[in-house]
Nanobody
């Protein structure tokens, strides 16, 4: 199986910065895509950013230019650097990964989620 463990959430004032990390562990063959989603109270979960490679990154319009996603393939870890935070960025942030799980002489693909980390931005 695969586990995703997030860290780095917390409380910050508007204009401040936070860095989220998410490490994947388990019987991993490869991880084609990693990403971050968020869910604010009363709202649907939404994509924040996703990365397949440094040349293949997707950001939500609302975070473009303020957030930066990156990954360390050797550590199976994805990061989200969040700058110029706004109160509307307040949400639970979830790490996601599309993982190819080693299984004998082959692999199967599955989507996995972290437990979520709270980010609160005060005005």
């Amino acid at each position: 199986q695969v586990q995703l463990v997030e860290s780095g959430g917390g409380l910050v004032q508007a204009g401040g910065s936070l860095r989220l990390s998410c490490a994947a562990s388990g019987n991993i063959f490869s991880i084609p895509e990693m990403g971050w989603y968020r869910q604010a109270p009363g709202k649907q979960r939404e994509l924040v950013a996703a990365i397949r490679s440094s040349a293949d990154i997707n950001y939500a319009d609302s975070v473009m230019g303020r957030f930066t996603i990156s990954r360390d393939n050797a550590k199976n870890t994805v990061y989200l650097q969040m700058n110029s935070l706004k109160p509307e960025d307040t949400a639970v942030y979830y790490c996601s990964a599309e993982v190819r799980v080693a299984h004998g002489h082959t692999w199967y693909e599955g989507d996995y989620w972290g437990q979520g980390t709270q980010v609160t931005v005060s005005s």
